[in-house]
């Protein structure tokens, strides 16, 4: 499956130095602990003398760490403030979290939380494991494709016709498989079942290979997020119904936690 930067239109203002900086904390992060500056120079491109002035940046910073015994590098321990502040404002509190560990842990699949902020649908919580894993690129801050993943119908389902314009239109229908809606009016109509039966599932239309199912979180009366669970295309037909289920009982108690106004 293609990554997040697929939907992304870069504006000309960007700063190269930041840009650099970043690549460099991310590949970090995708080798793991002991990756050397050669080796960050080799998978980004970059001068081996530039790596070492954004590694020793980053370290000095706090976002990494130089492990001597490996001789490499590692994500730094401010990245954790940063990870905790970031589900402090997405509202993720220990006992939503639980409600996705439940929804994971009983169907042996993948479960996310997904919220409003500001304009963005975006996945603020995520239970998985190396056993059922989270489809990439879907992880925490993941906020594209809404037309095309059933959190994202779900909530779209819920917003005024004039503000899903808006958003639709921002993001755009882009055709990621074969199975995507991308006629607005098609979509329309299918949000209007979503709606109906409070439920909203795909089926390849995000990949090919992923199939997914979510149900509405109530707070005040309004939808304010989503329960989703995903599982490979292949398995999805036989389990529908229990995933199903376990999403519609497991937004129900998230619904219930807003509403009592759970703060971790």
């Not at 037309?147 to 899903?164: D, I, Q």
């Amino acid at each position: 499956m293609a990554g997040s930067d697929q939907y992304a239109v870069e504006p000309p203002d960007l700063l190269g130095s930041v840009r650099r900086a970043l690549m460099v904390l991310e590949a970090v992060a995708a080798c793991g602990d002991g990756i050397t500056a050669k080796a960050v120079a080799r998978r980004l491109g970059l001068t081996l003398p530039t790596t070492y002035r954004l590694l020793n940046t980053l370290v000095h910073d706090g976002y990494l760490v130089r492990l001597h015994h490996s001789r490499g590098y590692g994500l730094g321990y401010k990245l954790t403030d940063l990870h905790r502040h970031l589900c402090a404002q997405l509202d993720v509190t220990p006992g939503i979290s639980g409600v996705l560990h439940d929804i994971h842990r009983e169907c042996t699949a993948a479960a996310y939380y997904t919220v409003f902020r500001d304009e963005d649908i975006v996945i603020a919580e995520v239970a998985d494991s190396s056993e059922a894993p989270r489809a990439e690129p879907l992880g925490i801050g993941f906020h594209e494709a809404p037309h095309a993943t059933a959190f994202g119908k779900v909530m779209l389902s819920s917003l005024p016709a004039g503000r899903r314009r808006d958003h639709l239109r921002g993001q755009g229908l882009a055709p990621l498989t074969a199975s995507t809606i991308t006629a607005p009016d098609l979509l329309e109509r299918h949000l209007s079942q979503v709606r109906s039966s409070g439920v909203a599932v795909e089926v390849g239309e995000f990949s090919s290979e992923l199939s997914c199912v979510a149900a509405p979180v109530y707070s005040d009366g309004e939808v304010a997020g989503a329960v989703a669970t995903s599982v490979p295309t292949t398995m999805f037909a036989p389990r529908r119904r229990q995933l199903e289920e376990a999403v519609r009982l497991g937004a129900a108690r998230v619904s219930r936690l807003l509403a009592c106004g759970e703060s971790g």
